[in-house]
């Protein structure tokens, strides 16, 4: 069965570093989403992208973040410069259809960011 | 800001009980999904329900939303070790938005 997969598994930097978290989304897929979820906290909505663009973001996706589709099968996210308060497990998602139906969205086993 | 709550947040029962998980919040919303996650892995969706009122059923699990879509809950009739996991609720708000709007989850387990 297909799968969303994620990239690294863990991963650990130092304040002020940069970080490029990876995802292959479901081949088909055209909807594609970045969640995290801070350690005993919910689960938050970053950012979902279509089409090559954004299409919609939360407050949380500030100037620091940013998203790219760098070929026809990676997804990725990518942190500037990371804080503390950025240490969460980040979730990739995809979906097949037009995120308006709220279609079914498959996720990624996460990536776990430790910020030092 | 819309929240999501969900009650209780950690269940721990034998097999074979029947429980059931709530997610209530003072919105209107278009939509609710529930999910389950196991640690270390995302989450899986278990139901859509868009209808107030709807309910859905899934094998052993029942899903409701309320009336007045803004409350739904998830009953699960003698519960097996396997539906150990974190159940969440997710909400959307009506029109074009997607942004969805998660509770904190409840966390279950059931002992052997």
């Known amino acids: 069965e297909p799968e969303v997969t994620q990239t690294p598994s863990h991963q650990v930097t130092q304040m002020g570093q940069e970080v490029i978290l990876r995802c292959v989304p479901i081949?088909?897929?055209?909807?594609f989403y970045w969640y995290r979820q801070i350690l005993g906290q919910k689960v938050e909505f970053l950012v979902s992208?279509?089409?090559?663009?954004?299409?919609?973001k939360s407050e949380i996706f500030d100037d620091q973040f940013s998203v790219e589709r760098p070929d026809g099968s990676n997804f990725t996210l990518k942190i500037r410069s990371t804080k503390l308060e950025d240490s969460a497990m980040y979730f990739c998602a995809s979906s097949p259809n037009r995120q308006g139906k709220w279609e079914t969205q498959y996720f990624g086993p996460g990536t776990r960011l430790l910020v030092l | 800001t819309q929240l999501l709550e969900q009650s209780p947040q950690f269940l721990s029962i034998q097999e074979g009980e029947n429980l059931t998980v709530y997610c209530n919040s003072s919105s209107v919303f278009s939509s609710l999904q529930w999910y389950r996650q196991e640690p270390g892995e995302g989450p899986v969706l278990l139901v859509t329900v868009v209808t107030g009122g709807e309910v859905k059923k899934l094998k052993r699990l029942t899903f409701q939303f309320g009336d007045a879509r803004k409350d739904s809950s998830l009953h699960i009739t003698a519960a097996q070790p396997g539906d150990t996991g974190l159940y969440l609720c997710a909400a959307k708000k009506s029109g074009g938005s997607y942004i969805p709007t998660f509770g904190r989850g409840t966390s279950l387990i059931v002992h052997p």
């Open positions: 081949s088909n897929h055209l909807y």
């Open positions: 992208f279509y089409n090559n663009e954004i299409s919609e």
